[in-house]
T-cell receptor
Framework: AQKITQTQPGMFVQEKEAVTLDCTYD???????LFWYKQPSSGEMIFLIY??????QNATEGRYSLNFQKARKSANLVISASQLGDSAMYFC????????????FGQGTELSVKP | EAGVAQSPRYKIIEKRQSVAFWCNPI?????LYWYQQILGQGPKLLIQ????????DSQLPKDRFSAERLKGVDSTLKIQPAKLEDSAVYLC?????????????????FGEGSRLTVL
């Protein structure tokens, strides 16, 4: 079964510090893509970063980086230099080849950045 | 570039009533998705269209939910009759990726969602 697990319902971080949000997945399919989305209180899902299962290097996008450990089936999101505007829900998601492009989402982690 | 448009943003109805949500995807996006997000959970796919054809509706409760995308552009999701457990945010998303190859980014672009409360 294909499943995404985010074990941290809520996280706190001090402004300007780094934070890691955990994501593990379960699949036997060798070809897949991993995504992280941010959902602020307004409700819109905002794409942050993508990692393909065959990518050799960890993905980075500005202050976001993805710590991809394929053997452990984990794809943790690292946010460096946290800002107050980073407070939001964060979702890890997967896409599988030959499944029409749909994303399967984890339960989410609520991040709160303290001033 | 205009984003994914959804309406209404909020809707309150009583159980057994009907409701419809509308979505206009980003221009040129062939693939359209409807997701249901219950409070405290991640989004769950209800139905996926590619142009005006259904790709995946395996998790759509077909006894009460229906969706259409007649001209391959905008889409309507209907619930009739509504139940208390249908209270959720209904998210529409679109993407350029038609085949959904996992090796491409082809991220989904989401609208702000339609929040349904069933009393």
């Amino acid at each position: 079964a294909q499943k995404i697990t985010q074990t941290q319902p809520g996280m706190f971080v001090q402004e300007k510090e780094a934070v890691t949000l955990d994501c593990t997945y379960d699949t036997s399919d060798p070809s897949y893509g991993l995504f992280w989305y941010k959902q602020p209180s307004s409700g819109e899902m905002i794409f942050l970063i993508y990692q393909g299962s065959y990518d050799q290097q960890n993905a980075t996008e500005g202050r976001y980086s993805l710590n991809f450990q394929k053997a452990r089936k984990s794809a943790n999101l690292v946010i460096s230099a946290s800002q107050l505007g980073d407070s939001a829900m964060y979702f890890c998601a997967m896409r599988f080849a030959n499944q029409g492009g749909k994303l399967i989402f984890g339960q989410g982690t609520e991040l709160s950045v303290k001033p | 570039e205009a984003g994914v448009a959804q309406s209404p943003r909020y809707k309150i109805i009583e159980k057994r009533q009907s409701v419809a949500f509308w979505c206009n995807p980003i221009s040129g996006h062939a693939t359209l998705y409807w997701y249901q997000q219950i409070l405290g959970q991640g989004p769950k796919l209800l139905i996926q269209f590619q142009n005006n054809g259904v790709v995946d509706d395996s998790q759509l409760p077909k006894d009460r939910f229906s969706a259409e995308r007649l001209k391959g552009v905008d889409s309507t999701l209907k619930i009739q009759p509504a139940k208390l457990e249908d209270s959720a945010v209904y998210l529409c998303a679109s993407s350029l990726v038609a085949s959904g190859g996992a090796l491409s980014t082809g991220e989904l672009f989401f609208g702000e969602g339609s929040r349904l409360t069933v009393l």
